[in-house]
């Protein structure tokens, strides 16, 4: 084993290197790594946010759909019972209407008929009246005797 | 491959096993040794800082990706032992690891691959050539390394004590008895300095192992070639294990140094 020089030279050399690594090499590659990992562990945060959202969007979109069901069914529900009250309010007006004409209709046939008995009486009245005037052969003052008359066109 | 019939197997291990040295005594260079070791830790600086200008935190790139792999696992290694707040420690470790990492990697160039390949280009003959190529297995490399680690102990200590503090610490545990302080102190040295020194002998011994053994593999013929790869194999394990433990062990003991007793 002969110690000499050399071991003075790997030791400058030593130093030089070291001094160099920890100058030019060593903080530029650390720093680099260190930021990405802090860029990866800020993206799998992110990410683990994202998740979460999701999973809170679609329990609430869940939920709403859920309601938008209940509120329909219960819109559905109301529109029927609406309708029932109106096909039963057209019902109800129909009746009356049915009934209103009716009655219009019985009223306006009572009138027609009696004052067809009217006209009839009338006429049965001049009929009788020149059937008797035919009959005396003579003729009957018809304003002496219109109350006669009168009396029998009632009677008839 | 054996590098001449006139060599023994003696002869072509030590050769084997010699640096490419200039100067002599102390102040020879093995120029082998230090030039794969800061053209490899070049290479770290290079693809690690083209990837730092790069660096993008949205979608990274193939080599980013693999990069950041490297920076991951070691920025979790250091923030798994230390607790402390060090600007230091993180890219230290990293510089540790992946340059360790190569330099024990040069143990999978095949022994004779290099001396080769260089007289194959320049023409020298085999005998004057010596190529040792794996870095970790000169303790000179080791122990640089170590020393490095051991001057940080030192400053991080006396700057997070005190300079009392950490006479302190060296001199009133594990006895607290003033009597024998000198005790203390004599121990607590051994364990400060037995550190650095388990460090480098630590991964110097286990790549200079593997290398002679991949040498005497290379001494018997034909059948090393099978051989040649299960070590190899082997060395899947041992040369990534050593860069984690010099790395876990600078951070383990940086963050002692750091502890307020």
């Known amino acids: 084993m002969d110690i000499n020089m050399t071991l003075i030279g790997q030791l400058i050399a030593f130093v030089v290197f070291v001094i160099f690594c920890m100058k030019y090499v060593w903080p530029p590659i650390i720093g680099a790594i260190e930021e990405r990992q802090a860029t990866i562990a800020d993206g799998l945060a992110a990410s683990d946010r994202a998740a979460k959202d999701l999973e809170l969007a679609q329990e609430k979109a869940k939920s709403q759909l859920k309601e938008a069901k209940v509120q329909a069914a219960s819109i559905v529900d109301a529109a029927k019972k609406h309708e029932a009250k109106i096909v039963e309010e057209a019902a109800g007006k129909a009746q009356a209407e049915k009934d209103r004409i009716l009655a219009a209709g019985h009223a306006e046939i009572e009138t027609e008929r009696n004052r067809a008995k009217e006209e009839l009486r009338a006429q049965v009245a001049v009929l009788a009246v020149a059937g008797a005037e035919k009959i005396l052969e003579r003729s009957i003052d018809a304003a002496a005797h219109s109350d006669i008359l009168d009396k029998l066109v009632a009677e008839l | 491959m054996s590098s001449g019939a006139e060599l023994t197997s003696q002869e072509y291990i030590v050769h084997h096993l010699a640096n490419l040295k200039v100067g002599e005594g102390f102040m020879a260079v093995h120029l082998d040794s230090l030039g794969w070791s800061i053209f490899l830790g070049l290479v770290f600086l290079t693809i690690f800082r083209s990837v730092a200008k790069k660096a993008t935190s949205g979608v990274p790139g193939k080599l980013q990706c693999a990069v950041e ?90 700057k997070v004590k005190g300079m009392g503090g950490f006479m302190k610490e060296l001199t009133t545990q594990p006895f607290g008895h003033w009597s024998l302080y000198p005790v203390n102190f004599i121990l607590e040295t051994v364990t400060m300095l037995a550190r650095p020194l388990s460090l480098a002998l630590r991964l110097f011994g286990n790549l200079y192992a593997g290398e002679l053994i991949f040498l005497l593999i290379a001494t018997i013929g034909l059948f090393q070639l099978p051989v040649h790869f299960l070590w190899a194999a082997f060395h899947l394990l041992v040369i990534p294990l050593q860069a984690f433990i010099f790395m876990m062990l600078t951070i383990v003991y940086l963050s002692l140094a750091h502890e307020d007793h």
Not at chain 2, 94 to 122: E, G, K, Q, R
């Open chain 2, 69 to 158: 792999m490297v920076v991951g696992f070691v920025d979790e290694s250091v923030k798994s032992t230390f607790h402390g707040k060090n600007a230091l420690i993180a890219p230290l470790s990293l510089t540790i690891f992946v340059w360790v990492l190569l330099l024990n990697s040069m143990d999978w160039v095949p022994v004779d691959l290099l001396p080769h390949l260089i007289h194959w280009v320049s023409g020298i003959p085999l005998g004057d050539i010596y190529m040792k190529p794996v870095p970790t297995a000169d303790p000179n490399i080791t122990f640089g390394l170590a020393l490095g680690v051991f001057i940080l102990i030192i400053y991080y200590s006396i």
